[in-house]
């Protein structure tokens, strides 16, 4: 008797732990991480789940250690690893936007642009990155690994820092403003060739992916389902900003019909009463959970 397969996959730690385990949650997945071990326990006999940082990521994932695992764009290209990218996953620890890797330096700061920092310090947890920015655009400086705090390092540590942001809230706080932007970021589902390579480990990244990723379609999105007269249909028809074509059923009264369609949830308030103005009765809006394409 063959042993069963196992996908071997890497659970970010840190800033995205919580935002993926709740995506796996809405995916169907349930996924507990004990306070005193680094091997989560999920409900899917086929998958073996490691706590990692998602800045270690990439790294264990190109040297087979992982089949896969969840980390951002930025710490792919600052490990330089050869990882396979399955699926692009727009989802954070604060908003669902990318967040940016800055140039920052103090408000008062003589610094105007990327070249006034020739010859300076720069603090930063993505040397990398960093220093091949900085190359990019003709620049030499001491690049130096920040150990954390890094806001607080300019101007008496650092003449200028490189960090992450997502709503700029803390680099505000600090008084220090932003010279650059260096690469914008968002998570990514990576696996190494061997597995991906594997038609077992291959099917079986590719359906976690579709239903991660349906999860993340159905944000910010709800169903409306409505009742419409015939003469009513082709106005109703025009102010709905459908997802995709409007589902239209008969209803029992062969005047009526029943029309189904999903929107963006922020347009209901708005387009709920053109709707009843337009003839629509019965107008009943409805979580949506998973989209997929």
Known sequence: MSEQPILKFGIPAGSLQNATIELFERAGYHIHISSRSYYPTIDDAEIECLLIRAQEMARYVEQEILDAGITGLDWILESNAEVV????????K???????WVLCVP???????VRDLEGKRIATEAVGLTTR?????????RV???WGATEVKPPRLADAIVEVTETGSSLRANNLRIVAEILQSTPRL???????????????????????????????????????HRDNL???LALLPALQNPTISSLSNPEWLDVNTIVEESLVRSVAPQLRAAGARGIVEYAI???ID
């Open 85 to 92: 990218e399955v699926c692009e996953m727009t989802f954070s």
């Open 94 to 100: 604060v908003s669902r936007r990318p967040v940016r």
């Open 107 to 113: 408000e008062d700061s003589p610094v105007q642009a």
């Open 133 to 141: 920015f900085l190359a990019a655009h003709g620049v030499t400086a």
């Open 144 to 146: 130096e690994f920040s």
């Open 190 to 228: 990576i696996a190494n060739a061997t597995a991906y390579a594997d038609p077992w480990k291959r099917e079986k990244l590719d359906n976690v992916a579709l239903m991660l990723k349906s999860c993340l379609n159905a944000e910010g999105r709800v169903g409306l389902m409505m009742n419409v």
């Open 234 to 236: 082709q106005r109703v």
């Open 289 to 291: 959970n998973k989209i």
